[in-house]
């Protein structure tokens, strides 16, 4: 069975500070994993994923993760936080059972 | 192309109540999926339908059931609402739901049971 853990619920960060948000998997098989960003009031919208190649991977908004295998981790890094970043961030695994298993979610603020 | 619909957005209802949410997906998207997020629970899964067919179900009593339609719409039911059942209820869509691909999340549907 595939799980996903998220070190910190919450993070807060000063705009223009680095963010780094924590993601470890469990898996059998290699994974499939992805980051989900949620605004307030709104659905999941995917700001990357990796599936097989290159394991540091660019997503939107200028949030890149790397995969390593070694430590089962997928964190998340964006270099200069912006105020608009303020959200709920989810870390994901996919399965062979045809669902995604969320991790508890990390909400983040930026202070100005 | 359009995003992933649902309806309707907000819904309060009563204790002992049923309740049925519509999913549309993307255009030519043949895989629907359904989670409940809670505060207290996070994001759940519930069920995924694929050309009519459930392929998975995840740990929820009887009372939540689903259906897909032959244009891929998908509507989820609760029965005998409880006060617990109080959720946001997601749909997501991709392709053929296999473990790769991308799932693309609609806005939600807020109940509130009271």
């Known amino acids: ?112 | 192309k359009a995003g992933v619909t649902q309806t309707p957005r907000y819904l309060i209802k009563t204790r002992g109540q049923q309740v049925t949410l519509s999913c549309s997906p993307i255009s030519g998207h043949r895989s629907v999926s359904w989670y409940q997020q809670t505060p207290g629970q996070g994001l759940q899964f519930l069920f995924e339908y694929f050309s009519e067919t459930q392929r998975n179900k995840g740990n929820f009593p009887g009372r939540f059931s689903g259906r897909q339609f032959s244009n891929s719409r998908s509507e989820m039911n609760v029965s005998t609402l409880e006060l617990g059942d109080s959720a946001l209820y997601l749909c997501a869509s991709s392709s053929a739901g296999t473990s790769r691909e991308t799932q693309y999340f609609g806005p939600g549907t807020r109940l509130l049971v009271l």
């Open chain 1, 1 to 112: 069975a595939q799980s996903v853990t998220q070190l910190g619920s919450h993070v807060s960060v000063s705009e223009g500070a680095l963010v780094l948000l924590r993601c470890n998997y469990s898996s059998s098989v290699p994974p499939y994993l992805f980051w989900y960003v949620q605004y307030p009031n709104q659905g999941l919208q995917l700001l990357l994923k990796y599936t097989t190649g290159a394991t540091l991977v660019k997503g939107i908004n200028g949030f890149e993760a790397e995969f390593k295998k070694s430590e089962t981790s997928f964190h998340l890094t964006k270099p200069s936080a912006h105020m608009s970043d303020a959200a709920e961030y989810f870390c994901a695994v996919g399965s062979n059972d045809y669902k995604l298993s969320f991790g508890a979610g990390t909400t983040v603020t930026v202070r100005a």
